[in-house]
Protein backbone atom coordinates (compact mmCIF):
# COMPACT_ATOMS: atom_id res chain seq x y z
CA UNK A 1 0.00 0.00 0.00
CA UNK A 2 1.20 3.59 0.02
CA UNK A 3 0.15 6.41 2.60
CA UNK A 4 0.40 9.69 1.63
CA UNK A 5 3.33 9.97 4.21
CA UNK A 6 5.09 7.41 2.66
CA UNK A 7 4.29 8.94 -1.15
CA UNK A 8 6.22 12.65 -0.16
CA UNK A 9 8.46 10.96 2.07
CA UNK A 10 10.09 8.73 -0.66
CA UNK A 11 9.77 11.35 -3.26
CA UNK A 12 11.35 13.93 -1.43
CA UNK A 13 14.22 11.66 -0.54
CA UNK A 14 15.21 12.99 2.55
CA UNK A 15 16.29 16.13 4.08
CA UNK A 16 13.32 18.25 4.08
CA UNK A 17 10.94 19.25 6.82
CA UNK A 18 6.93 19.44 6.56
CA UNK A 19 5.83 23.02 6.52
CA UNK A 20 2.68 23.40 5.55
CA UNK A 21 -0.31 21.03 4.88
CA UNK A 22 -3.80 22.11 3.38
CA UNK A 23 -6.84 19.99 2.92
CA UNK A 24 -8.65 21.07 -0.11
CA UNK A 25 -12.34 19.53 0.34
CA UNK A 26 -13.37 22.31 -1.81
CA UNK A 27 -11.63 24.25 -5.45
CA UNK A 28 -9.36 26.39 -3.97
CA UNK A 29 -6.05 28.61 -4.71
CA UNK A 30 -3.03 27.45 -3.18
CA UNK A 31 -0.06 30.03 -2.68
CA UNK A 32 3.69 27.99 -1.75
CA UNK A 33 4.82 29.38 2.17
CA UNK A 34 8.63 28.57 0.74
CA UNK A 35 11.20 27.49 -1.53
CA UNK A 36 11.08 24.03 -1.89
CA UNK A 37 8.45 21.02 -3.14
CA UNK A 38 4.59 20.85 -3.36
CA UNK A 39 3.75 17.10 -2.60
CA UNK A 40 -0.17 16.60 -3.46
CA UNK A 41 -2.87 13.82 -3.64
CA UNK A 42 -5.54 15.11 -5.95
CA UNK A 43 -9.28 12.45 -5.97
CA UNK A 44 -11.36 12.51 -8.89
CA UNK A 45 -14.50 12.30 -8.50
CA UNK A 46 -16.81 9.31 -8.91
CA UNK A 47 -19.69 8.74 -11.07
CA UNK A 48 -23.36 7.64 -9.85
CA UNK A 49 -24.84 4.15 -11.10
CA UNK A 50 -27.99 3.39 -13.10
CA UNK A 51 -31.81 3.27 -12.22
CA UNK A 52 -34.82 1.30 -13.50
CA UNK A 53 -38.49 1.33 -12.15
CA UNK A 54 -40.12 0.17 -15.21
CA UNK A 55 -43.70 -1.75 -15.07
CA UNK A 56 -43.38 -2.35 -18.88
CA UNK A 57 -40.56 -4.81 -18.14
CA UNK A 58 -39.59 -7.75 -16.23
CA UNK A 59 -36.36 -8.00 -16.25
CA UNK A 60 -34.68 -4.53 -14.80
CA UNK A 61 -30.84 -4.59 -14.63
CA UNK A 62 -28.97 -1.56 -12.85
CA UNK A 63 -24.89 -1.66 -12.90
CA UNK A 64 -22.83 0.71 -10.36
CA UNK A 65 -20.81 3.49 -11.40
CA UNK A 66 -16.95 3.56 -11.71
CA UNK A 67 -14.64 5.88 -9.34
CA UNK A 68 -12.47 8.43 -10.08
CA UNK A 69 -8.53 8.18 -10.59
CA UNK A 70 -6.08 9.37 -8.21
CA UNK A 71 -3.01 11.34 -8.79
CA UNK A 72 0.00 11.93 -6.96
CA UNK A 73 2.69 14.62 -7.80
CA UNK A 74 5.99 16.13 -6.17
CA UNK A 75 6.67 19.61 -8.12
CA UNK A 76 9.43 21.95 -6.89
CA UNK A 77 8.00 25.60 -5.98
CA UNK A 78 9.48 28.86 -4.92
CA UNK A 79 8.36 31.23 -2.08
CA UNK A 80 4.80 32.75 -3.03
CA UNK A 81 4.17 30.49 -6.15
CA UNK A 82 0.57 29.75 -6.89
CA UNK A 83 -1.57 26.65 -7.74
CA UNK A 84 -4.99 26.42 -8.62
CA UNK A 85 -6.81 23.18 -7.75
CA UNK A 86 -10.31 22.71 -9.64
CA UNK A 87 -12.21 19.67 -8.63
CA UNK A 88 -14.76 17.68 -10.84
CA UNK A 89 -18.13 17.30 -10.27
CA UNK A 90 -19.72 13.87 -8.84
CA UNK A 91 -21.46 12.07 -11.24
CA UNK A 92 -25.74 13.50 -10.48
CA UNK A 93 -27.60 10.65 -8.73
CA UNK A 94 -31.00 9.62 -10.86
CA UNK A 95 -34.29 8.35 -10.57
CA UNK A 96 -37.90 8.48 -11.26
CA UNK A 97 -40.83 6.34 -11.25
CA UNK A 98 -41.77 3.90 -14.06
CA UNK A 99 -38.05 5.31 -15.43
CA UNK A 100 -34.71 3.44 -16.89
CA UNK A 101 -32.29 5.89 -16.58
CA UNK A 102 -28.23 5.94 -16.93
CA UNK A 103 -25.88 7.36 -14.34
CA UNK A 104 -24.14 10.30 -14.96
CA UNK A 105 -20.66 10.83 -15.51
CA UNK A 106 -17.98 12.58 -13.51
CA UNK A 107 -16.08 15.29 -14.32
CA UNK A 108 -12.15 15.42 -14.49
CA UNK A 109 -10.28 17.16 -11.90
CA UNK A 110 -6.90 19.70 -12.62
CA UNK A 111 -4.51 21.52 -11.36
CA UNK A 112 -2.49 24.22 -12.74
CA UNK A 113 0.28 26.08 -12.04
CA UNK A 114 3.10 28.11 -12.68
CA UNK A 115 6.09 27.45 -16.11
CA UNK A 116 2.93 25.96 -17.43
CA UNK A 117 2.34 23.06 -15.15
CA UNK A 118 -1.01 21.29 -15.31
CA UNK A 119 -1.95 17.64 -14.15
CA UNK A 120 -5.19 16.53 -14.96
CA UNK A 121 -7.33 13.63 -12.75
CA UNK A 122 -10.00 11.77 -14.82
CA UNK A 123 -13.53 11.65 -13.03
CA UNK A 124 -15.67 8.19 -13.19
CA UNK A 125 -17.90 7.01 -15.34
CA UNK A 126 -21.62 6.11 -15.57
CA UNK A 127 -23.33 2.96 -14.63
CA UNK A 128 -26.45 1.93 -16.96
CA UNK A 129 -30.24 0.46 -17.03
CA UNK A 130 -31.66 -1.89 -19.49
CA UNK A 131 -34.03 -4.44 -19.23
CA UNK A 132 -34.35 -7.58 -21.83
CA UNK A 133 -30.84 -7.67 -22.49
CA UNK A 134 -28.18 -10.92 -21.46
CA UNK A 135 -25.30 -8.55 -20.22
CA UNK A 136 -24.62 -4.50 -18.65
CA UNK A 137 -21.42 -3.39 -18.01
CA UNK A 138 -20.85 -1.41 -14.91
CA UNK A 139 -19.30 2.26 -15.39
CA UNK A 140 -15.37 2.45 -16.16
CA UNK A 141 -13.30 4.09 -13.71
CA UNK A 142 -11.24 7.04 -14.89
CA UNK A 143 -7.46 6.59 -16.03
CA UNK A 144 -5.42 8.08 -19.06
CA UNK A 145 -5.16 11.63 -17.05
CA UNK A 146 -2.48 13.65 -18.08
CA UNK A 147 0.14 15.69 -17.62
CA UNK A 148 2.29 16.06 -14.58
CA UNK A 149 5.73 16.19 -13.58
CA UNK A 150 8.17 13.35 -14.52
CA UNK A 151 7.71 12.05 -10.49
CA UNK A 152 3.83 11.57 -11.37
CA UNK A 153 1.84 8.59 -10.05
CA UNK A 154 -1.18 7.86 -11.07
CA UNK A 155 -4.02 4.80 -9.63
CA UNK A 156 -6.87 4.23 -11.85
CA UNK A 157 -9.96 4.08 -9.99
CA UNK A 158 -12.18 1.05 -10.02
CA UNK A 159 -15.04 0.10 -12.18
CA UNK A 160 -18.93 -0.34 -10.50
CA UNK A 161 -20.04 -4.35 -10.88
CA UNK A 162 -20.91 -5.71 -14.14
CA UNK A 163 -24.10 -7.98 -15.31
CA UNK A 164 -23.62 -10.96 -17.52
CA UNK A 165 -25.99 -14.19 -18.28
CA UNK A 166 -29.05 -11.61 -17.64
CA UNK A 167 -32.48 -13.98 -18.36
CA UNK A 168 -36.29 -14.05 -17.93
CA UNK A 169 -37.93 -11.80 -15.21
CA UNK A 170 -34.24 -11.06 -12.95
CA UNK A 171 -34.17 -7.94 -10.96
CA UNK A 172 -30.24 -6.90 -10.63
CA UNK A 173 -28.40 -4.21 -9.31
CA UNK A 174 -24.33 -3.90 -8.75
CA UNK A 175 -22.23 -1.97 -6.55
CA UNK A 176 -20.13 1.63 -7.38
CA UNK A 177 -16.25 1.09 -7.58
CA UNK A 178 -14.10 2.08 -4.82
CA UNK A 179 -10.91 4.52 -5.33
CA UNK A 180 -7.75 3.10 -5.17
CA UNK A 181 -5.32 5.02 -2.94
CA UNK A 182 -3.79 1.83 -1.93
CA UNK A 183 -2.32 1.52 -6.29
CA UNK A 184 -3.17 -1.73 -7.57
CA UNK A 185 -2.01 -2.05 -11.19
CA UNK A 186 -5.09 -4.09 -11.76
CA UNK A 187 -7.71 -1.82 -10.66
CA UNK A 188 -10.55 -4.63 -11.10
CA UNK A 189 -9.14 -5.01 -6.94
CA UNK A 190 -11.37 -2.61 -6.30
CA UNK A 191 -14.22 -2.73 -8.32
CA UNK A 192 -18.08 -3.28 -7.31
CA UNK A 193 -19.36 -6.94 -7.52
CA UNK A 194 -20.13 -8.47 -10.27
CA UNK A 195 -22.90 -10.77 -10.99
CA UNK A 196 -23.05 -13.87 -13.34
CA UNK A 197 -26.23 -15.91 -12.14
CA UNK A 198 -29.51 -14.02 -13.41
CA UNK A 199 -31.84 -16.23 -13.95
CA UNK A 200 -35.78 -15.55 -13.90
CA UNK A 201 -35.67 -16.16 -10.48
CA UNK A 202 -33.40 -13.91 -9.22
CA UNK A 203 -33.63 -11.00 -7.20
CA UNK A 204 -29.99 -10.09 -6.69
CA UNK A 205 -28.05 -7.69 -5.60
CA UNK A 206 -24.02 -6.79 -5.02
CA UNK A 207 -21.74 -4.95 -2.51
CA UNK A 208 -19.86 -2.13 -3.39
CA UNK A 209 -15.15 -2.37 -3.71
CA UNK A 210 -13.49 -1.76 -0.46
CA UNK A 211 -10.03 -0.01 -1.32
CA UNK A 212 -8.09 -3.79 -0.88
CA UNK A 213 -10.99 -6.15 -2.45
CA UNK A 214 -14.12 -6.13 -4.54
CA UNK A 215 -17.56 -5.88 -3.47
CA UNK A 216 -19.08 -9.83 -3.00
CA UNK A 217 -19.61 -10.96 -6.69
CA UNK A 218 -23.00 -13.58 -7.06
CA UNK A 219 -22.31 -16.36 -8.78
CA UNK A 220 -25.50 -18.50 -8.41
CA UNK A 221 -28.83 -18.04 -6.36
CA UNK A 222 -30.74 -14.86 -5.12
CA UNK A 223 -28.64 -13.06 -2.67
CA UNK A 224 -27.34 -9.94 -1.30
CA UNK A 225 -23.62 -9.42 -1.24
CA UNK A 226 -21.29 -7.71 1.02
CA UNK A 227 -19.03 -4.47 0.54
CA UNK A 228 -15.27 -5.47 0.03
CA UNK A 229 -12.58 -4.07 2.87
CA UNK A 230 -9.36 -2.42 2.65
CA UNK A 231 -8.22 -5.86 3.86
CA UNK A 232 -9.56 -8.68 1.49
CA UNK A 233 -12.51 -9.07 -0.89
CA UNK A 234 -16.41 -9.51 0.19
CA UNK A 235 -16.84 -13.46 -0.24
CA UNK A 236 -18.37 -14.58 -3.01
CA UNK A 237 -22.73 -15.15 -2.95
CA UNK A 238 -22.74 -14.45 0.92
CA UNK A 239 -24.27 -11.31 3.46
CA UNK A 240 -20.11 -10.74 4.99
CA UNK A 241 -18.37 -7.65 4.07
CA UNK A 242 -14.31 -8.22 3.38
CA UNK A 243 -12.25 -8.04 6.49
CA UNK A 244 -10.43 -4.54 7.22
CA UNK A 245 -6.34 -4.00 6.71
CA UNK A 246 -5.88 -6.93 8.91
CA UNK A 247 -8.04 -9.41 7.58
CA UNK A 248 -10.26 -8.69 10.43
CA UNK A 249 -14.26 -9.19 10.14
CA UNK A 250 -14.59 -6.13 11.50
CA UNK A 251 -15.74 -2.21 9.75
CA UNK A 252 -13.22 -1.04 12.17
CA UNK A 253 -9.86 0.14 11.49
CA UNK A 254 -6.79 -1.27 13.73
CA UNK A 255 -5.87 1.09 16.12
CA UNK A 256 -2.30 0.45 15.95
CA UNK A 257 -2.28 0.58 12.03
CA UNK A 258 -3.84 3.78 11.83
CA UNK A 259 -1.54 5.86 14.21
CA UNK A 260 1.03 4.38 12.04
CA UNK A 261 0.27 4.93 8.80
CA UNK A 262 -2.83 7.98 8.50
CA UNK A 263 -0.52 10.62 10.32
CA UNK A 264 -0.65 13.12 7.14
CA UNK A 265 -3.36 10.84 5.27
CA UNK A 266 -7.23 9.11 5.75
CA UNK A 267 -7.67 6.73 7.26
CA UNK A 268 -8.67 3.94 4.79
CA UNK A 269 -7.90 0.37 6.87
CA UNK A 270 -11.40 -0.74 7.70
CA UNK A 271 -13.78 -3.45 6.81
CA UNK A 272 -17.02 -3.42 4.39
CA UNK A 273 -20.57 -3.35 5.56
CA UNK A 274 -22.53 -6.56 5.58
CA UNK A 275 -25.34 -6.68 3.09
CA UNK A 276 -28.96 -6.89 4.21
CA UNK A 277 -32.38 -5.39 3.90
CA UNK A 278 -30.69 -1.93 4.87
CA UNK A 279 -26.98 -2.19 5.48
CA UNK A 280 -25.34 -0.27 7.80
CA UNK A 281 -22.44 2.12 7.00
CA UNK A 282 -19.32 0.39 6.37
CA UNK A 283 -15.89 1.11 7.90
CA UNK A 284 -13.16 4.00 6.46
CA UNK A 285 -11.83 2.39 3.12
CA UNK A 286 -14.95 0.14 3.39
CA UNK A 287 -17.69 -0.39 0.56
CA UNK A 288 -21.33 -0.93 2.22
CA UNK A 289 -23.20 -4.27 1.74
CA UNK A 290 -25.95 -4.25 -1.21
CA UNK A 291 -29.54 -3.68 0.24
CA UNK A 292 -33.37 -4.55 -0.44
CA UNK A 293 -33.62 -0.98 0.54
CA UNK A 294 -30.79 1.79 1.76
CA UNK A 295 -31.19 3.48 4.67
CA UNK A 296 -30.48 7.83 4.41
CA UNK A 297 -28.15 7.74 6.69
CA UNK A 298 -25.96 4.78 4.74
CA UNK A 299 -22.29 6.29 3.81
CA UNK A 300 -19.41 4.39 2.24
CA UNK A 301 -15.91 4.92 4.36
CA UNK A 302 -13.31 6.79 3.01
CA UNK A 303 -12.69 5.87 -0.83
CA UNK A 304 -15.32 2.91 -0.51
CA UNK A 305 -17.96 2.53 -3.10
CA UNK A 306 -21.92 2.24 -2.09
CA UNK A 307 -23.96 -1.33 -2.64
CA UNK A 308 -26.47 -2.32 -5.24
CA UNK A 309 -30.00 -1.76 -4.44
CA UNK A 310 -33.55 -3.64 -5.38
CA UNK A 311 -35.96 -0.10 -4.73
CA UNK A 312 -36.55 2.75 -3.25
CA UNK A 313 -34.35 5.68 -2.72
CA UNK A 314 -30.41 5.35 -2.12
CA UNK A 315 -30.17 9.04 -2.99
CA UNK A 316 -28.90 9.87 0.47
CA UNK A 317 -26.22 6.71 0.83
CA UNK A 318 -23.04 9.17 -0.41
CA UNK A 319 -19.91 6.95 -1.47
CA UNK A 320 -16.43 7.71 0.19
CA UNK A 321 -14.48 9.84 -1.80
CA UNK A 322 -13.85 9.73 -5.47
CA UNK A 323 -15.72 6.30 -5.24
CA UNK A 324 -19.28 5.14 -7.62
CA UNK A 325 -22.04 4.89 -6.41
CA UNK A 326 -24.25 1.28 -6.46
CA UNK A 327 -27.22 1.46 -9.22
CA UNK A 328 -31.01 0.20 -8.24
CA UNK A 329 -33.37 -2.08 -9.68
CA UNK A 330 -37.03 -0.86 -8.22
CA UNK A 331 -39.96 -2.56 -8.00
CA UNK A 332 -41.81 -0.94 -10.82
CA UNK A 333 -44.35 2.23 -9.98
CA UNK A 334 -42.44 2.51 -6.67
CA UNK A 335 -39.63 5.53 -7.87
CA UNK A 336 -36.53 5.97 -6.17
CA UNK A 337 -33.00 7.01 -7.12
CA UNK A 338 -29.74 6.63 -6.62
CA UNK A 339 -26.82 8.80 -4.98
CA UNK A 340 -24.66 11.09 -6.70
CA UNK A 341 -21.00 10.21 -7.20
CA UNK A 342 -18.15 10.20 -4.53
CA UNK A 343 -16.86 13.92 -3.85
CA UNK A 344 -13.13 14.92 -5.14
CA UNK A 345 -10.63 16.08 -2.21
CA UNK A 346 -7.41 17.06 -2.57
CA UNK A 347 -4.28 17.20 0.31
CA UNK A 348 -1.17 19.64 -0.41
CA UNK A 349 1.95 19.53 1.41
CA UNK A 350 4.77 21.71 1.53
CA UNK A 351 8.12 20.76 2.19
CA UNK A 352 11.50 22.92 3.05
CA UNK A 353 14.84 22.01 2.90
CA UNK A 354 16.89 21.83 6.03
CA UNK A 355 20.59 21.97 6.13
Do not use: W
Not at 3 to 13: E, H
Not at 139 to 145: E, I, K, L, Q, R
Not at 174 to 192: E, K, Y
Amino acid sequence: MITFSQAFSAAAGGGYMVRAVRPLPLSSVVVSPVAGLMVYMMIAPGASGGFIDSAASAQRLATGGGAGEIVFDVVSVGVNDSFTFTHGAPGVGVGSVNATVNGNDATNSSVTGPNSYSCTAVGGKKGLAASSVASLAGGAGGTGGTGGSAKVLRFPGARGGNISAAAGAARIATGGGAANPQGFANSTTTRGGDCSSATSATNSATGGGGVGGNGGDVTTGSVLTGGGGSGAAAPNNATTGGGNIKGTATTASPADILSLLAVYGIDYFGGGSASGSSPQASGPGGGVGAGSTMGNSVLAGNFGGTGGTLGGSSGAALPGFGAGSGGNSAPGTTGGATASGGLPYAVVIFLEKVA
